[in-house]
């Protein structure tokens, strides 16, 4: 496990972050398509999501596969992204208004975080390529403007998500979900307005991607 960059962990367990949001609150903790802190020289491998408490309705997460969505791309497209490297930062305003108010709350400075990775990495343990440009973090293409790359990185942002390639799970309390940030995208649908939503997150360490 590793300690998440932009949120205090929890006294009693510092590798333990909790994931709230208030019945007050608009806006959820990381609500958008996204891979965990791709911002990270070394992202995680993995992330474990328990729920403590639910709404009565909604809050489920949808998960989409990298794998299919690198597959599905045309061999020209395939090719132009094997050459390119996407710039990743902890600042883009679509994830970072919930997590700067926490970090406000918690006396931590605000620090702004960012690292490339290729845009198609090669998945340690499988070999496969998936995919890796996200919609949260993901400005721009190394040695490329944010106005170049924003056709390209639109287009493979809703691609990356399309129906076909997701799944869709419902929380119940005390469910536990495990998945791997090198090949996998998640969205926490952002649906219970009025209701509180109690997570804690784990988060497991990974290696420079390739």
Known sequence: PMEYPQLKGLPECPLVTEVIK???????FGGVWHSDTTYLQQPPMASMLY?????????DTLFSNQYMAYETLS??????LSELVAVNTSSKPEVSMTREDRMREAGM???????????V???????????????????HFKDW???????????LFHHQVRTEFTCRFSWEKNSLAFWDNRCVQHNPVNDYQGFRRIMHRVTIAGGKPY
């Open 22 to 28: 208030l019945e007050h609150e608009t806006l959820n």
């Open 51 to 59: 729920a403590i408490e639910i709404p009565p309705y909604g809050g």
């Open 75 to 80: 061999d020209g497209l395939k090719k132009t």
């Open 109 to 119: 400075e605000l620090n702004i975080l960012s690292a490339s990775h290729p845009a």
């Open 121 to 139: 990495r090669t998945h340690p343990e499988t070999g496969s390529k998936a995919l890796y440009v996200n919609k949260a973090h993901t400005t």
């Open 145 to 155: 403007t944010e106005l170049e790359s924003k056709s390209l990185l639109e287009f």
